[in-house]
């Protein structure tokens, strides 16, 4: 699956970018997630994986208040502009590197695909998130669905990835020394 300098240099990305992902996760769990939490004594969207409906966003909007959706936006939003990258690569670089020795790419090229797509979907929950931050009070049924469904295949397509890139590294660990691909 991999080759040349990039084989020899994937385990480091996928070490390097999961530390990075998982501080900017337990900085998000700990202090911008439980805060909106704190504030508006609710759960953030970013933390409903089966989703939400108009008057569930409008209640956690409006105990917001307008210092909490400005926070949402400014500390929430933008830490979680950088952890699906992180994420993501973690995932691609840990399933590619664990892949190197597995005799069938089609595991490791649907891990790909599943965690670029949950990124994309967190990204979109994002913006539609931002958009329903700046729209208030008049946001659309549309949009609260919109981002809802994005958030729930986010949840969905993560779980995905992580769960098949464990089950590389179970494959993995399971191939003999000989079966290493060139």
């Not at 385990?11 to 990075?20: E, I, P, Q, S």
């Not at 508006?40 to 209640?59: I, K, L, N, Q, W």
């Not at 891990?111 to 990204?123: C, P, Q």
Request: hydrophobic residues 50%.
């Amino acid at each position: 699956m991999t080759n040349g300098i990039f084989a020899k240099h994937i385990g480091k990305l996928a070490v390097g970018a999961g530390m990075t992902g998982a501080s900017i996760y337990l900085l998000m769990i700990n202090f911008t997630l439980a805060h909106i939490e704190a504030v508006s004594g609710h759960v953030p969207f970013d933390m409903r994986p089966f989703g939400y409906g108009p008057a569930e966003a409008a209640t956690l909007l409006e105990a917001l208040g307008v210092q909490g959706r400005a926070y949402y936006l400014s500390h929430q939003i933008a830490l979680d502009t950088l952890y699906p990258l992180m994420l993501t690569l973690t995932l691609i670089a840990t399933i590619c590197w664990l892949g190197q020795r597995m005799p069938n790419g089609k595991p490791v090229r649907f891990g790909i695909a599943l965690s670029v797509g949950s990124a994309l979907f967190d990204y979109l929950e994002n913006l539609g998130i931002a958009a329903m931050i700046w729209s208030w009070p008049e946001i659309s049924a549309p949009l609260v669905y919109a981002t809802s469904s994005a958030t729930i295949l986010k949840s969905a397509l993560t779980t995905l990835a992580v769960l098949l890139t464990l089950l590389v590294g179970f494959k993995w660990t399971r191939l003999p020394e000989a079966d290493v691909r060139r």
